[in-house]
């Protein structure tokens, strides 16, 4: 004769499982955080791989990234002296990356906070008073978006000079939209919250709630936004030192060094792959130290949430 057993419970005789969802949860929230510690330490060596030699490139012992020696003309990597070989111009090639890098992450990281300023405050202003304010930055954000980035770029640095102040201005200016977006996204979910309802009974003024209490809760997620931006500043100021619109010389940027070895690239490979080596270890560097901090953070605000 069978027995049946109410609906929900476990048949008799049989011991319930120690691993319920509690457990389940904490398992794969230990996996995501364990990836993410990863990801932020991978991020964390490409990076200082690169900007770290490049912060010391005039304390070590490099010959001048303008020196020439006819003599020692595209000599390969490992030769005496020289480490990365040397170009064209007999000139040593890991002095004009780490020289040409001071200026390249100099650009990118001034174009990224000009753009990370503009994008919080314009995205912040739209998405908290609304109305025709949420309005006209929408539409210019949109308008901005429609518009092909390089060409753009290439247009704004024609009519104004290849100078690092109207690149960094062209390059921040191409930027905020992204920043803008978030911001904007962000604050309609806080300007809901309990917090900002008091401060209004209190009589404070809108400015005032947003420049003090919203715009603060919100920093640290934009942020993360702003770093990944870093690496694609870099690659524009390549770009556009690759076709001709970089910072005039004497600057020795990345874009303008691949530019010149290009013309030797079958027969003297290390002048073209090395520096675009360098511009990729950064690259992955800064977006797994991005995408490692946006998922170490990810779990903390769920389980506020929960």
Not at 8 to 25: D, E, F, I, Y
Not at 34 to 57: F, Q
Not at 185 to 205: F, H, I, P, T
Not at 281 to 288: A, D, E, R
Request: charged fraction near 15%; charge should be positive.
């Amino acid at each position: 004769m069978s027995t049946t057993t109410p609906a929900g419970t476990a048949p008799t005789g049989v011991r319930p499982s120690a691993v319920t969802a509690r457990h389940l949860r904490r398992a794969t929230a230990t996996r995501q955080q364990r990836a993410a510690r990863a990801k932020l330490w991978a991020g964390i060596v490409c990076t200082a791989l690169v900007v770290v030699p490049i912060a010391l490139a005039r304390l070590l012992p490099l010959p001048s990234a303008d020196a020439q020696d006819l003599g020692s003309r595209r000599l390969p990597p490992l030769s005496d002296g020289h480490l990365f070989g040397t170009d064209q111009l007999g000139r040593d090639v890991l002095s004009r990356i780490l020289h040409g890098g001071q200026v390249s992450l100099t650009v990118g990281i001034l174009a990224v906070l000009v753009s990370g300023v503009i994008g919080i405050v314009a995205g912040a202003a739209a998405g908290y008073f609304g109305g025709w304010t949420d309005t006209v930055i929408s539409r210019l954000l949109e308008a901005q978006l429609a518009l092909p980035l390089l060409m753009m770029l290439l247009l704004v640095v024609a009519l104004f000079g290849p100078s690092v102040t109207v690149i960094t201005c062209v390059i921040a200016v191409a930027q905020w939209p992204e920043v803008a977006r978030l911001t904007r996204s962000l604050v309609l979910v806080e300007r809901e919250k309990a917090y900002v309802a008091a401060a209004r009974v209190l009589g404070l003024r809108a400015w005032t709630i947003l420049a003090r209490h919203v715009i603060p809760n919100i920093v640290r997620p934009a942020s993360l936004v702003v770093l990944l931006l870093l690496a694609q500043a870099v690659l524009l100021e390549s770009a556009l030192s690759f076709l001709g619109a970089g910072p005039e010389r004497p600057f020795a940027t990345w874009g303008r060094i691949i530019s010149d070895g290009q013309d030797y690239i079958t027969t003297s490979w290390w002048l073209v792959t090395l520096p675009g080596l360098v511009i990729a270890l950064l690259v992955i560097g800064v977006n797994l130290l991005g995408d490692g901090l946006r998922d170490r953070t990810a779990p903390l605000r769920k389980q506020k949430g929960a």
